[in-house]
């Protein structure tokens, strides 16, 4: 097995936020790593950011697959307190917010489209640029 | 290898990486490898407002798959040498398959 110099040896048994390709968010302790960036975290909670809220989620340990992981970012405790001006909700809150927040980005793509269909251009295949 | 080698050139240098889901992160290339994943070091994002998860982040690492571009510092790339060494690698590739 060949580590490069990137690899995650000094991220070992820090605290974490770990950015998936679908969006979500995990912040947990890494206690295991490999080449793919296969991650074990522990203590782990999924934080939903909504505009200037958040909300925490306990979830225990969690194994990530390589594949689906976008960042791995160390957290600062000097920069943490940045996020101080975030404010933190409840959870049920903060899905409804969520959904809020995709129900308008829906239709401002479905809007867009329909412009766009109307003047002739059929962008799917642009859009779609990226397989990701 | 060639491009793994280039980056290890630019170990140091501010670079801005995008990535597919549209973040751009700028940061000192602290260290690449074979797979291209990349770390930073001092990171900043331009939209601090959209992605507020990035405030908490000093040093990161980007898995190679999600990158889409990395902008690079111009004066920091040697095209000619870049060339040459482009140029070195497809002719051995060449003198591999005669063999």
Redesign the interface.
Known sequence: MSFGNASLCDEVDKKLIVVLRDGKKFIGVMRTFDQFANIILQDTIERIYVGDKYSDKHLGVFFIRGDTVVILGEIDPDKEVKEKKLTKVSWEEINLAQQAEREKLQQMEQTKRRIMTESGLTIDSILNLDDF | MLF?SFY?TLVGKEITVE???D?S?TGLL??????L???LKD?RVEEEDKY????????????G??V?YVHLPASEVDVETLQDHSRLEAREQKKAQQQ
């Open positions: 793994y290890k990535l597919k889901n973040l992160i602290q260290s690449v490898d074979q797979f994943n990349i770390k990171v507020p998860y990035m405030l908490s982040v000093k040093n990161c690492f980007i898995r798959s999600v889409r």
